[in-house]
């Protein structure tokens, strides 16, 4: 019988092809890739959105009377019931311009356009502002909480100008707060931000292929191996490795699969 002198090469038809992403797992990875754009962006224009949507809710409940004014009952009604969900809408407690009244009260509207001033001015400073420390804060709320409670127990009534001053220090002292407060907490170290490219750069990888199985020539040297006893293994590990692809094996390494097939060569025989 003829002895191996070798590791061949196997076929082209026969090597295994390269591992193709499922649709599955191409749609998984656009998913992670746009969410983790969504969470960059958010984390960097955090700011502009609540400012953005503070500004939509001060111009909605302005808009209401000037609506009502053009006659376009349509559009303003809708808007004046949404508004109705942030607000009680008292219609003695709330401003009128041409005769109709603004879509929150005189204390909400000053509470909201407070905040959308204060988150403007957070903006525009680059989000540098200190901001305020805790027990300021809870200072800010008293003088609501005051004006608010005596009037709702009827022990007084409030005023136009108290709703105002209240609810624009209320709205202030939470707005130059938070805000600060919540930059504080999203501050971005470097090492947060390499450990967020480097997501991104495997999440745009392809699936890497899995390994090629080793040869038909490879596994007979391994079985040879086995075969000749432990000292040969021991040998042939350490003088030099078993390729497993491709190029042919060293001299030394054919000389030793030549030596061990032949325990092969003879059980073939007597089994013939």
């Known amino acids: 019988m003829a002895v191996d002198q070798g590791v061949s090469q196997l076929p082209q038809s026969l090597a295994r092809p390269a591992a193709v992403p499922r649709p599955r797992q191409r749609r998984s990875s656009r998913l992670s890739a746009l969410a983790n754009h969504l969470g960059s962006w958010l984390l960097r224009y955090w700011a502009h959105v609540v400012t953005a949507l503070l500004g939509s809710i001060v111009l909605l409940a302005v808009s209401v009377p000037f609506l009502f004014y053009f006659g376009l009952d349509a559009v303003a009604r809708p808007i004046y019931f949404a508004l109705h969900l942030i607000c009680a809408q008292i219609p003695s ?21 407070s905040m ?12 540098r502002l200190p901001g305020l420390p805790w027990w300021l804060w809870a200072l800010t709320l008293l003088p609501i909480a005051l004006d608010g409670f005596t009037q709702m127990f009827g022990w007084r009534e409030s005023t136009p100008l108290l709703r105002v001053l209240t609810g624009t220090i209320f709205g202030l002292g939470n707005v130059l707060f938070v805000l600060p407060l919540i930059e504080r907490n999203l501050v971005v170290t470097p090492e947060m931000n390499a450990a967020l490219q480097l997501r991104r750069a495997l999440a745009n990888q392809p699936c890497a292929a899995p390994p090629a199985p080793a040869s038909a020539a490879a596994q007979s040297l391994a079985a040879a191996a086995s075969l000749a006893g432990p000292q040969w293994t021991a040998g042939v590990s350490q003088t030099t490795p078993i390729p497993v692809t491709g190029t042919p094996a060293p001299s030394v390494a054919s000389s030793q699969a030549g030596r061990a097939t032949v325990p092969l060569a003879q ?4 089994g013939d």
């Open 93 to 113: 407690h709330s401003f009128y311009i041409f005769g109709h009244p603004l879509g929150m009260c005189e204390r909400n509207f000053s509470i909201y356009a």
């Open 267 to 270: 059980q073939d025989g007597q």
């Open 116 to 127: 959308f001033v204060g988150s403007l001015l957070f903006v525009l400073s680059r989000r």
